[in-house]
């Protein structure tokens, strides 16, 4: 007797596919076969034929809770992941009250968001300029032993919880991560470029909306990762670039990994699909982000990055905010209102529609950059993201005809936001299973109680393949 049998699913094979019924036991995958007579199961759910992927993972959110939950809460959040064909996300420590910095500050965010989630998530480790001085880098390795997956550090402010670093604490910071074994991922843009042409461009008046990328320029990223590349070379740090947005990032990255070091990205959705001229004239603070829009040329080169191995994974930076307090209350302008996107409930769609449908990426290069790359990275791997027996039994389960469009009233997150509204898609999730649950059904939507979801320790150590193709 199985717990489950997933019928007519048809499985990446490397570039190929193959129909099959995926058995699952005990919440794992169990086996494959090709009929299913005269096996037994407590339930049969029907993938109809569709594309069946391992279980897409977005690395990189902000639920904002607890502390911020008027922007979003981990029930809205973990929804609207679902939603999206999401079966894990890996949270961010700056965007609750307090930051998750230490312990204490873990099992209390813990002990807030455990009754809310719908898919499963873990947590990134947090490590700041205060920190370094106040002499609390021990809190790094006790964070890593407790299971997180990797330390965010902020090079720009973030929010008043979470101080960014100045260039000689954000050395001092890889070094004490070094030691864990784990990445240490950089919000990449030089600080002192970023607050002189934000002050200048204010000073002549502009108040335009791509005034704002225009500010925090190319150089501002650029000069960034190099910076951290020269860290992670004296100091031996995994080095891990994210929400990168330009091209030209991507080719640091690839010039490091072809010299050896352990540098890897991730970029987004919306840096592939949209450039800031446009974007930001039409919607102004609702496509304001940091790091900013960039360009149609970086939306290129970074598809490159994403097929070449010089970008290793998607993420969406989920960072929503509340509409009539931090994005148009009245006396509002670009430059006061707050940096932020929602991305889980379409960054899988965009990515197999702009990507796989339109012949830009591959079936395997799409099946590593929304599951399997993600999961070793951060040593998930082969718990999560992968179709191995013993795996947990997550599968996206995607549509791959079905054409519709991004509606930003019609999502489970907060946000009624979009820069990507009314984008035209074709691809979309049919259903997404946890742990052989169907948690979102296109039909019926969100089909188990909050508190379904689990939190997710990194299992142990991996690396990712440093090989670039040419």
Same mark, same amino acid.
């Given at each position: ?7 007519n ?8 596919t193959v129909?099959?019924n ?16 005269g096996?037994?199961?407590?339930e049969?759910?029907?993938?109809e034929?569709?594309?069946t992927?391992?279980?897409c ?10 502390g ?9 959040g973990?929804?609207s992941a ?7 996300i890996?949270?961010?420590p ?30 990134w ?14 809190n790094?390795?006790?964070q ?10 902020y090079?720009?402010?973030?929010? @008043?919880? #979470?101080?960014?670093v100045t260039?000689? &604490?954000?050395?001092e910071a890889?070094? !004490?991560? =070094?030691e864990t074994?784990l $990445? ?11 607050d002189?042409?934000v002050?200048?461009f ?22 960034a990762?190099?910076?951290?590349i020269?860290?992670a070379?004296d ?6 670039i994210v929400?990168m947005?330009?091209?030209i990032?991507?080719k ?11 540098v890897?990205s991730?970029?987004? @959705?919306? #840096? ?5 001229e &446009? ?5 102004? !603070?609702? =496509?304001?982000i940091?790091? $900013?829009?960039r360009?149609?040329r970086d939306?290129?080169e ?6 070449d191995?010089s ?9 929503p905010y ?8 009245k006396?509002m ?6 940096p ?5 409930e ?5 990515i197999?529609?702009?990507?796989y449908?339109k ?15 993600a999961?070793?990275h ?17 599968l996206?389960i995607?549509d791959?005809?079905k ?10 997150s ?15 999730v ?10 979102f ?23 990712l ?6």
């Open positions: 007797m199985y717990q489950v049998i997933v019928k699913a048809r499985i990446p094979q490397g570039d190929e129909l099959t995926i058995l699952i036991k005990d919440e794992r995958i169990a086996g494959f076969v090709d009929g299913i007579d096996i037994e199961a407590e049969i759910i029907d993938a034929g569709h594309l992927l391992p279980g993972i977005d690395s990189h959110t902000h639920f904002m809770d607890p911020f939950t008027h922007r979003e809460n981990f029930l809205t973990t929804s679902a939603a999206g064909g999401l079966t894990t890996v949270d961010m700056c965007c609750s009250v307090p930051s998750v910095r230490s312990i204490p500050e873990l099992e209390n965010k813990l002990e807030k968001i455990k009754d809310k989630a719908i898919i499963d998530y873990g947590f480790g947090g490590v700041t300029g205060e920190d370094v001085r106040e002499g609390w880098l021990h790094v390795k006790e890593a032993d407790y299971g997180v997956i990797g330390f965010k550090v090079m720009t402010p973030s929010v @008043p919880t #979470y101080p960014r260039d000689p &604490e954000m050395y890889f070094k !004490a991560v =070094a074994g $990445p240490i991922g950089i919000h990449a843009e030089n600080f002192a470029i970023c002189y042409f002050k200048k204010q000073k002549e008046g502009r108040m335009d909306g791509p005034a704002w990328a225009e500010a925090r320029m190319e150089l501002a990223e650029k000069v990762i190099q910076l951290g020269s860290f070379e100091t031996g740090a995994r080095l891990h929400h947005s330009t091209g990032g991507a640091l990255v690839k010039e490091a990994k072809l010299r050896g070091l352990d890897t991730e970029t987004c @959705p919306h #840096y592939l699909t949209l450039n800031y &446009e974007a930001m004239s039409e919607y102004g !603070a609702f =496509a304001k940091a790091p $900013p829009l360009t149609k939306n290129k970074l598809w490159e990055g994403l097929r191995g970008v290793d994974f998607i993420a969406t930076d989920h960072a509340h509409i009539e307090d931090e994005k148009a209350k006396g302008n670009i430059w006061t209102a707050f932020g996107i929602p991305g889980v379409t960054m899988v769609p965009i197999v529609s702009e990507g449908n012949g830009r990426i591959s079936l395997s290069k799409m099946v590593e950059i929304l599951s399997t790359n999961a070793i951060y040593g998930l791997y082969p718990k999560k993201g992968s179709l191995n027996i013993g795996a947990d039994a997550d996206t995607i791959l005809d054409e519709w469009a991004i509606d930003q009233e019609k999502t489970y907060m946000a009624k936001y979009n820069p990507l509204h009314g984008l035209k898609l074709k691809g979309k049919a259903k997404t299973v946890v742990r052989g649950k169907v948690v059904d296109e039909k019926e939507g969100i089909t188990v109680k909050e508190g379904y979801g689990q939190f997710v320790k990194r299992q142990s150590i991996q690396k393949d440093k090989k670039i193709k040419f």
